[in-house]
């Protein structure tokens, strides 16, 4: 069966360097996205993404958050000047779209642990 | 298989009528979630149950665990057009790490 992927499955970096989280979503699928979940809260919703652009954000998704679908296969989160409070799980999805992404099942990643230090 | 799987996989009820959809997993865990997608657009979370928990309650919502069981169910009561959403159950791990399942599909009749 088809797998979201991402990498790196855990990532530590120094508070404001530049990270970049990747994911690979199922190849015909054609709406993404991206979640966080901070140690011991609930999942929160990012940035969705649709024919290049995206199509809705959270207010958590401020300038320092960008994402990108550089190559028609990876999907890439990118945090400019990381801070001490972006460390999380990173989640991302994807729907197939065939119905506007209307009560679509979506597909998660296993997750990218980020801690800033 | 998942860690995490909710069945059924879709269900249709007529408006008014109770929509049960249930969760099963593998592993131990901390706790369970419950979230709902409209639309094709991001989650909501809708009610967190702790693992040394057996029932909560959220307004229409009714989320039961059964440890013993490795399962866990969600109760929509009196539903309404509103409610028409794909449901996820998360499970967090042990470990902290967080499996979502792929989720029911609920479609409420008029």
């Known amino acids: 069966e088809p797998e979201v992927t991402q990498t790196p499955s855990h990532q530590v970096t120094q508070m404001g360097q530049e990270v970049i989280l990747r994911c690979v979503p199922i190849?015909?699928?054609?709406?993404f996205y991206w979640y966080r979940q901070i140690l011991g809260q609930k999942v929160e919703f990012l940035v969705s993404f649709y024919n290049n652009e995206i199509s809705e954000k959270s207010e958590i998704f401020d300038d320092q958050f960008s994402v990108e679908r550089p190559d028609g296969s990876n999907f890439t989160l990118k945090i400019r000047s990381t801070k001490l409070e972006d460390s999380a799980m990173y989640f991302c999805a994807s729907i197939p779209g065939l119905a506007g992404g209307i009560g679509e099942t979506q597909y998660f990643g296993p997750g990218t642990r980020l801690l800033v230090l | 298989s998942q860690q995490g799987e909710e069945d059924p996989q879709a269900l249709s009820i007529q408006e008014g009528e109770n929509a049960t959809m249930n969760c099963s997993y593998k592993?131990?865990?901390?706790?369970l979630q419950w979230y709902r997608q409209n639309s094709g657009r991001g989650l909501v979370h809708l009610i967190l149950i702790r693992s040394n928990e057996r029932e909560k309650h959220s307004g229409r919502l009714r989320v039961t665990l059964d440890t013993s069981k490795k399962s866990s169910s969600l109760l929509i009561t009196a539903s309404r057009a509103a409610d028409t959403a794909s449901y996820f159950c998360a499970t967090e791990g042990r470990d902290d790490k967080i499996i979502f399942g792929k989720g029911t599909r609920l479609h409420i009749l008029p």
């Open positions: 190849s015909n699928h054609l709406y």
């Open positions: 592993t131990s865990i901390n706790n």
